[in-house]
């Protein structure tokens, strides 16, 4: 058994206790606002038909929640990662696994998500604690329903990575190693907004061509950066790149594929988000990512168009042309060169 406090109460962060508390493991998740409702009523609004088990528990108490843990879970949205880690910094323990559950890259520090922990730890004299990024195709709707699930537990810590492995593994979820950290927490940014993409295309009323050239180009960009920053090539193909990129751009649970469809149909980027009601991901992504490519001088030209779509307000019809209408180019030209 493992004691485990879980940050963030969201979707993910409460289909992973319930997953966790069902698998024998002392679980206590921590909530800002709903810890008590969740506690009273053992429902998540975002996941009907799910029970909490009783014996998960929960708490608006940072110190309850980090104390004594053998792993902490950080499960809130990527923009709000740095402000909860230095909430539970000073609580943290050396020796701790820190396992972060977001998907993101940080706006101007270019951080990822465990690099951001990272750094407040350090703010904070925090030292010893390995740090595990869990990421791969993993809707929290299916998870809370026990439906086959598979995963990446990603770090330099090879020890870290496995213990995180042997706690999450069980007969619905499957856990893969990666050490690759850099590369999967890329995957996991990135994806969502290809996921978007592949949304405003439906929007349009384009059909499932666009959506696999979307999906299978917006991986090549995807690769192109990541093997500019030193990345595994191997990666990519794997769970955390493909696999979720897969999920994600095609899922009826996806908020970022159908953010994009609202966009896609007519709305605009704040009317869309506020239909979908919950954070979505690609859209925070957009900025670091145009970031990322600029200094690796990497040519991303669907990043570009979603973001000129998102931020710029451009008409994406036009955009789909500049897209179809760009220069000649070999599907098998070296990594590095224009797509």
Known sequence: MAIIGIIGAGTWGTALARMLTNSGHDVTVWSAH???????????????????????????????????????????????????????????????????????????????????????????????????ALSGPTHAEEVARDLPTTIVSASEDAEAAERVQAVFMNTCMRVYTNDDVRGVELCGAMKNIVALAAGISTGLGYGDNAKAALVTRGMAEIKRLGMA?????????????????????????????????????????????????????????????????????????????????????????SEVLSLMTRDKRSEVEHLGSGQ
């Open 229 to 317: 920053l030193g990345c595994r090539e191997q990666t990519f193909s794997g769970l955390a790149g493909i696999g979720d990129l897969v999920v994600t751009a095609t899922s009826q649970h996806s908020r970022n594929n159908r953010c994009g469809q609202l966009i896609g149909a007519g709305l605009s980027t704040e009317q869309a988000i506020r239909r979908v009601g919950m954070v979505v991901e690609g859209v925070n992504a957009l900025q670091a990512a145009r970031q990322l490519a600029e200094r690796e001088n990497v040519e991303m030209p669907i990043t570009r168009g979603v973001y000129r779509i998102v931020f710029d307000g451009a008409d994406a019809r």
């Open 34 to 132: 709903s810890a008590p409702e969740l506690a009273r009523e053992r429902r998540h609004r975002n996941l009907p038909g799910m029970e909490i088990p009783a014996g998960t528990r929960f708490t608006s108490s940072m110190e309850e929640a980090c104390t004594g843990k053998e792993i902490l879970l950080m499960a809130v949205p990527s923009v709000y990662v740095r402000k909860t880690a230095a909430l539970a910094a000073p609580y943290i323990r050396s020796g701790q696994i820190i396992v972060d559950a977001a998907k993101g890259i940080e706006e101007d520090t270019l951080l990822s998500m465990t690099g951001v922990i990272a750094d407040e730890l350090a703010k904070a004299g925090k030292t010893g604690n390995p740090l595990v």
